[in-house]
């Protein structure tokens, strides 16, 4: 395959300085804008992980009083979930790759773009000024009436700051959507689009359908908690639990929002390291949507202990049971994608392998919560918590690891150094399942969530969890030196050290700032490797 | 038709294909307000079946007179908006910016009765919170009624005010010379936000003034 | 949005339905229907909002790409005030 030559003049280098960082409209440029972003507050959201991890590990409440240690996990909730997770994979590889993956010059409103940026800013200079000012004890699940009416710490700045970044995810997403329908190259039909624009087109749908509810819920808790509005207070009448379903209407799609862009990278990766056409394609592909659509159905599973009528609970533990089909359909598409490929272990493929693995095992115990009779026995113990982390940990961010080391040649024009990738994707590996794992044995044991005490027994595993914590900690690390350092000492990049199918490898490693000098005419389907998706000869029996 | 100055972005093909993402952009953004508000009709549908009388008791305390006038007044701005972009649509600089300055004139009739109104609430001391006052059985779930009201005026008459900021934006570029029959998308997005805004209370309209208005 | 040009008279029809539309609903609360009320009240507004998007919208002229999205939003709304009202319907039994 030939290869565009190294670029003199490039999206990085084409003009110098901060405001033509701060006031760009190139979507690579914000793409990296939001890679800075996130990375602070996944530092930000890790810090607090770390204290949380430390005071678990003795019974005793003994590194910091209880409302302090609300605080704690609370600001890792808000602080991952808010500005790391529902962000990164879109804001950072879909901002990046969206347009090049179709052969567009730009997304459909650059400046909008941008906006998109600020808002994260805002939202997050919001969040950032209400921990200095002595934080959010709620939970980031913000449950009145304790948010509203009796908690005594910053809620209402927190909320404005997490309704600031909300408008942030609904512009990108209305950005992806028109960008998808309005600019494909000629000859890009949608079932020719790689599946990774399958998935942020689904992510688009629910982050433009979810997030207005999340941002009205959260005018109504302020209205509440500054006014003395009655909407959720009990004693004006009002119900708290009103507030659960305005609130899991969002925040349940919301985890779609985190693990759908993921399984889009998943995909890419997947068929580029084992030279396969993904199995399945428009299985994949509708699958997406599915998820999208069953997604808003299912939020009352998070309400079975609450008050909830039962009936309604039943209606909503069948429908999460259905949801898990779309994901089924993924996992059993990649591995059949997987066999009798032509395997390779790069990087990329370590973080592939964990996600498949880590998320199913997530994915499965979502099914033990899906069953409302199980649920109501291991509602707020450990088990959910493991059970959230084996996702949006060993689902997304190794998704999102292995994709910013897939596609960071494409980004930064050089190559990481694949010894310590590899490495550092084996620590995380190992850290990641000695912290979550025992939390399922737990939570099963009846440890509750959100305590800083506990009982004696428990022991053992909090401190194997907490060790655990320390190792998936300087894991990540390692890749944050490592990048850093490649940008200025990596080897130069070619335009597809992968030899990678997919219009963004046909440009310069980095491109142009306009992509694609001329626009591309698309011919052949997605994934155009060199083995097809079936591969056994006549009469082979499986 | 060949323009002085292209007003199609680098990224886009055309100018047809920069008008067709603008239109679908528009209406993505109107499809999360529907969302937006939808989150208070929940509320009011949640808390109407919980408290059918004092709806009505709360209901009856507002003035269907005013709010029919603004009604009407809306429907009238709606039409004067499509107006406009036809205006605009036609290359009528003139018509254009008297169009735009009627509905501007009357979204501000809107928000002027709008503030009589609530000026009528706060001296009844409807206004919920500390100085909340109701007689009767019902109070408690009145002065919910009243919480989502305001709510849901609130949310709207913000709405119209940004709308207001958006049409004096459009008249300012319209007395430039901006627009022309081969570009005014302008006009036209922020006509579908006008029209979307006059939609969100023909809805609020019979929802909070004319519950139980028999008997 | 097409480069159709919507006829005056059009736009005045509308308009005038519209105006006559708010003063049925308004005629019709002052009638005791029992349950009714809400029914029409809010029939009535349907089909004002209806009348506002075809022709003051373009929507009526408009690619069938909006339709999708405007019915998706509706959908939405419906779901989130139809699963939300099952759990409150259902309290009771």
């Known amino acids: ?542 | 038709m060949s323009e002085a100055v292209s007003r199609v972005a680098h990224h886009f093909d055309d100018a047809a294909q920069q008008k067709d993402a603008a239109t679908l952009g528009m209406w993505v953004f109107l499809v999360t307000e529907i969302l937006f508000f939808g989150g208070l009709f929940l509320a009011y549908v949640v808390y109407r079946t919980s408290f059918p009388e004092a709806w009505v008791e709360a209901s009856h305390e507002l003035d269907v007179t005013l709010g029919g006038i603004n009604t009407a007044v809306l429907i009238l701005s709606s039409l004067t908006m499509a107006l406009a972009v036809q205006a605009a649509q036609l290359g009528r600089r003139k018509g254009l910016i008297v169009f735009l300055a009627l509905t501007i004139l009357l979204g501000g009739t809107f928000l002027g009765i709008k503030a009589v109104e609530y000026h009528h609430k706060v001296v009844e001391h409807h206004v919920p919170g500390a100085s909340f006052q109701f007689h009767g059985a019902n109070a408690r779930a009145v002065q919910i009624f009243f919480s989502i009201y305001f709510a849901m005026t609130g949310m709207h008459a913000l709405h119209m005010v940004i709308g207001v900021g958006l049409l004096l934006n459009l008249m300012r570029q319209g007395l430039a010379g901006r627009f022309t029959p081969a570009w005014y998308t302008p006009v036209e997005m922020v006509g579908l936000y006008w029209h979307f805004v006059d939609i969100v209370w023909i809805f609020l309209f019979p929802l909070l003034y004319l519950v139980g208005r028999h008997g | 949005m097409s480069e159709h040009v919507v006829p005056r008279r059009v736009y005045y029809a509308i308009f005038s339905t519209l105006i006559v539309l708010t003063g049925v609903t308004v005629a019709v609360s002052f009638v005791d229907l029992g349950p009714l009320n809400t029914l029409v009240a809010m029939t009535i507004a349907c089909v004002k909002a209806t009348f506002v998007v075809l022709y003051f919208m373009h929507a009526r002229y408009g690619s069938r790409l909006i339709w999708v999205m405007l019915g998706a939003g509706v959908l939405w709304l419906v779901i989130l005030i139809a699963l939300t009202m099952g759990d409150y319907a259902s309290r009771g039994w």
């Open chain 1, 1 to 542: 395959m030939t290869q565009p030559p190294a670029p003199d003049r490039h999206y990085l280098n084409v003009n110098y300085g901060v405001r033509s960082w701060l006031l760009t409209v190139d979507h690579k440029r914000i793409a990296l804008l939001y890679l800075g972003s996130v990375t602070l507050f996944f530092m930000i959201g890790g810090i607090f992980a770390m204290l949380v991890r430390l005071e678990l590990l003795t019974p005793e409440g003994d590194l910091m009083q209880a409302e302090t240690y609300n605080k704690m996990f609370t600001m890792h909730g808000i602080a991952m979930v808010f500005f790391f997770l529902l962000p990164a994979i879109p804001a950072v590889l879909g901002n990046f790759l969206v347009p090049m993956m179709i052969g567009a010059k730009d997304l459909a409103f650059p400046r909008l773009n941008l906006l998109s940026w600020y808002l994260y800013m805002i939202g997050a200079l919001f969040t950032i000024w209400a921990i200095v000012a002595g934080g959010v004890d709620t939970g980031w699940t913000f449950y009145t009436p304790y948010s509203t009416a009796w908690s005594n710490t910053n809620v209402v700045p927190v909320a404005l700051g997490i309704f600031v970044a909300g408008f942030s995810s609904i512009l990108t997403g209305l950005n992806f959507i028109v960008t998808i329908h309005k600019m494909r190259a000629p000859g890009l039909t949608w079932f020719r689009l790689p599946l990774f624009i399958w998935a942020h087109y689904a992510t688009s749908i629910i982050m433009i359908l979810g997030t207005p509810v999340l941002a009205i819920t959260i005018v109504l808790v302020a209205l509440e908690r500054i006014f003395h509005f009655g909407f959720f207070d009990p004693a004006l009448g009002g119900d708290p639990v009103l507030f659960q379903h305005f609130f899991w209407f969002y925040s349940h799609p919301a985890v779609y929002i985190m693990i759908l862009p993921a399984m889009g990278v998943i995909s890419e990766l997947v068929a580029c390291y084992s030279r396969k056409r993904i199995f399945g394609y428009s299985f994949v592909a509708f699958s997406s949507l599915a998820i999208a659509l069953v997604g808003f159905l299912v939020w009352g599973h998070h309400m079975f202990v609450s008050g909830q009528s039962v009936y309604a609970a039943l209606v909503f533990s069948i429908l999460s049971f259905l949801v898990a089909i779309p994901s089924a359909v993924k996992v059993f598409n990649w591995t059949a994608t997987l066999y009798k490929g032509r395997i390779s272990f790069e990087t990329p493929m370590l973080y592939v392998f964990g996600f498949i693995g880590l998320f199913t095992v997530g994915g499965l115990t979502g099914l033990f919560l899906a069953a409302l009779g199980l649920d109501v026995h291991v509602h707020d113990t450990y088990f959910i918590v493991a059970h959230f982390h084996y996702i949006m940990v060993g689902g997304t961010i190794m998704a999102y690891l292995g994709g910013l080391h897939f596609w960071w040649p494409k980004i930064s024009g050089r190559l990481y150094p694949e010894w310590w990738g590899r490495l550092s994707a084996g620590v995380i590996f190992v850290g990641f399942n000695l912290t979550f794992f025992p939390q399922f044995i737990l939570g099963y044991l009846g440890m509750p969530r959100r305590y800083h005490v506990y009982p004696e027994e428990f022991q053992v595993l909090n401190v194997m969890s907490s060790a655990g914590a320390s190792i998936l900690g300087f894991g990540y690390l390692i890749p944050l030196v490592y990048m850093i350092w490649s940008m200025r000492y990596g080897k130069p990049a070619p335009a597809n050290p992968w030899s990678a199918a997919g219009l963004e490898w046909t440009t310069p490693s980095p491109p142009p700032t306009e992509n694609f000098p001329v626009t591309p005419v698309v011919t052949e389907e997605a994934y155009a490797y060199d083995l097809p998706a079936r591969r056994l000869p006549e009469g082979t029996h499986v």
